[in-house]
């Protein structure tokens, strides 16, 4: 499969293991950082927004929260998870774990002995308790005139349907079942009928090529593939079904074949007249969920049952399957929405994030349903038809609680301050940021432009991994600074270390870590337990690690400075290098490929391709092009190079090992800060490519 690791052809093999040595890591950025504080430190941002009143009210209340939660977390997360419905009550100590890898195998268990359901949890509950006629979802679709409502108890009922449906089709308990689908109501409810069986979803992003969903088909053997036909993205069409069909075709060459194909007709992107059918694999959603009944029994699982896989890309190798369980995660979801959030349940709200990702899991399908808010399901981009598209959305539904990602704000910013003066946005509380570092100068436009200076900023730092939000402002609780994601939410222990793994106290820098369990901590890598421990435990031993980098300023504020590992985060979406360069290499006249990320206006980070090229051939503007798309067919268009860089030779030591900070430092014409180069194989190889940068 093509997501291996990188091989260089006809080149000695750069070993590419997965518990990469600390030299691997990259420096923390400390000049950038300290700039960064130096400009925002100073500056004073409103403590208390008159606006609201929130659950937090101050520090002194946090912290007696906060001291809770980490010296007592089984009474603490015990107390909150009482709220819900639990058909089998919990053990009293629920919780056990272990994050040290020399004491035995890492493992974390919340809730232990107790059995629920998180889609009994985000639909039932609210309409058993007389809620059923609120508005559940607000769709919205890519055209301005494209709206639909739908209410709690029209949720529940059509993911009984649903999941009868892949009852009938013999999905049991703990079986896996993809969804590949646009943003509409039923990727939502696609998620919600798998937790209500037991079924363990894996939700791909509509972005991913064809090699992609298959490798991830493959992965979990899915039992069922939910997609769509189509989807409009601003004036783009996309063939949804027909990258699932030639997905569906790789994944049953390598071995496994997926038996069912459920497939969602979307009028607004051709509907059925333009979709490819096959007789026997395929049914139309419609049809399939017709005949059934609109209740379904729900499955009642244990607490450590499997909810879902996310693929996530790492340094190394292809993307690991993250392993998210039911009641840590239900838990967690809830807590950080309700808290960070502010969010009462009847909120309107709106989260940006499509559903691929796990922005759109936690903040989307569960986070909100567990508290019982009113959301919009945005199918469309925020640029179109044009650039005041959100604005205009959150005046049409009055939205409190709006959230999105840097890159959005950023381009958003560009546009211009009239496309948002042109709408009242007076119903909005509170902004949220996610997905990666927030400059200061966007975090000032969205404060001050887009929330008229009325409306906190919760720069919310977590990952993937970590299920939901780790570290953040609590709405009106303390005072803000630009750029910085404060402290840590409760329950949550945040460390920097240093290079030999000692705890960095007080003000100063390091790798960012998690000392101990919270409750949607990722269990496992799916299907490789060891990976799991080499990846987040081995590096840093005792802690979690995460990846990142991270300073604590004088008032222990939290600035996160951004990956420290081979991951670029391209416009909020993570990125490996290796999976980038192991696509190029599969281009026949690629011979090696080294990826870096470089600093891009919008996009936070681009794509930084070195290529070089087999033996004879010469560089042509095709060639360019056909590497880029080779990018696009393996991985996804949002992970194609922003820069081809031809490169003669790479920079390598005596050993063969890729020195990627001389790379890196090319990319963003620092050549005059290459730094120490004397274990360079062949130090001529520097000029060559500065010569040969072209721009
Ligand atoms: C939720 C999500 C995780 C990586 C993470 C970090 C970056 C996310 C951030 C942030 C600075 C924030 N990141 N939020 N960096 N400030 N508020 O994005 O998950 O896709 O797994 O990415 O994103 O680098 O390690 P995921």
Known sequence: HTTTSAVNKGRPVVPTQEGRSLDALHSIPVHKLRAQAAATEALTVPESYPHFTPFVENKKQYDEMYKRSIEDPNGFWGDIAKEFHWEKQWDEEHISYNFDV?????????????????????????????????????????DLDQDRKMTYGEVLEEVCQLANYLRSQGVQKGDAVSIYMPMVCELPIAMLACARIGAVHSVVFGGFSAEALAGRMEDCKAKVLITASGVMRGNKKIDLKAIADSAHTMAAKSGHTVPRVVVYENERAGGRAACSFTEGRDVWYAEAIAEQAKTCEVEWVEAEHPLFLLYTSGSTGKPKGVVHCTGGYMVYAHTTTKYVFNMQPGDTYWCTADCGWITGHTYLTYGPLLVGASQVVFEGVPTYPGPDRCWRVVDKYAVKQFYTAPTAIRSLMRAGDLYVKEHLRDSLRILGSVGEPINPEAWRWYHDIVGDGRCPIVDTWWQTETGGHMITPLPNAWAQKPGSATYPFFGVVPVLVDEKGNEVKGEGEGYLCIKQAWPATLRTVYGDHERYETNYFKPFPGYYFSGDGARRDKDGYIWITGRVDDVINVSGHRIGTAEVESALVAHAKCAEAAVVGYEHPIKGQGIYAYVTLMEGVEPTEDIRRELINTVRGIIGAFAAPDVIHWAPGLPKTRSGKIMRRVLRKIAAKQEDELGDVSTLADPHVVEQLVALRGH
């Open 102 to 142: 020399r004491k035995g195998p890492i493992h974390v268990e919340y809730f232990k002995g107790g059995l629920t359901n998180i889609c009994y949890n985000a639909l039932d509950r609210h309409v058993a308790a007389g809620h059923g006629d609120r508005v559940c979802f607000l769709w919205e679709g890519n």
